[in-house]
């Protein structure tokens, strides 16, 4: 499985942007997906993740009211619409994948996924 990031740029504060995730090679229709990222000098975080069958989504409360996960199965792709950016979403923003279908405190953790994609650069000027 291969995954394909893009969407990401330079937007200033207050500004949307919307990443997209597409998978190719041998794909699932089940599991889930999600995104994380990763700030310079600081570790990888959850963003948002959603189930691939089911309306079930997860959201890190810095962004719950601000970003949007939403999948099309048809186009194996998962989108992140990011509204209201600060300053603090700055980050390399990775979408990551499993085939199985895991539990909703599960969806959150970096161990979860079996692939990665690179990862796309989000830069939110103040």
């Known amino acids: 499985v291969q995954l394909q990031a893009s969407g990401g740029g330079l937007v200033q504060t207050g500004g949307s942007l919307r990443l997209s995730c597409t998978a190719s090679?041998?794909?699932?229709?089940?599991?889930?997906m999600g995104w994380f990222r990763q700030a310079p000098g600081k570790e990888r975080e959850f963003v948002a993740a959603?189930?691939?069958?089911?309306?079930?989504?997860n959201y890190a409360d810095s962004v719950k009211g601000r970003f949007t996960i939403s999948r099309d199965n048809a186009k194996k792709t998962v989108s992140l619409q990011m509204n209201s950016l600060k300053p603090e979403d700055t980050a390399d923003y990775y979408c990551?994948?499993?085939?199985?279908?895991?539990?909703?405190?599960?969806?959150?953790?970096?161990?979860?996924?079996?692939?990665w994609g690179q990862g796309t650069l989000v830069t939110v000027s103040s």
């Open positions: 990551a994948a499993t085939p199985s279908r895991p539990i909703m405190t599960a969806m959150g953790i970096m161990s979860t996924y079996d692939y």
């Open positions: 090679g041998r794909t699932f229709s089940s599991g889930a």
């Open positions: 959603i189930r691939m069958t089911e309306r079930n989504t």
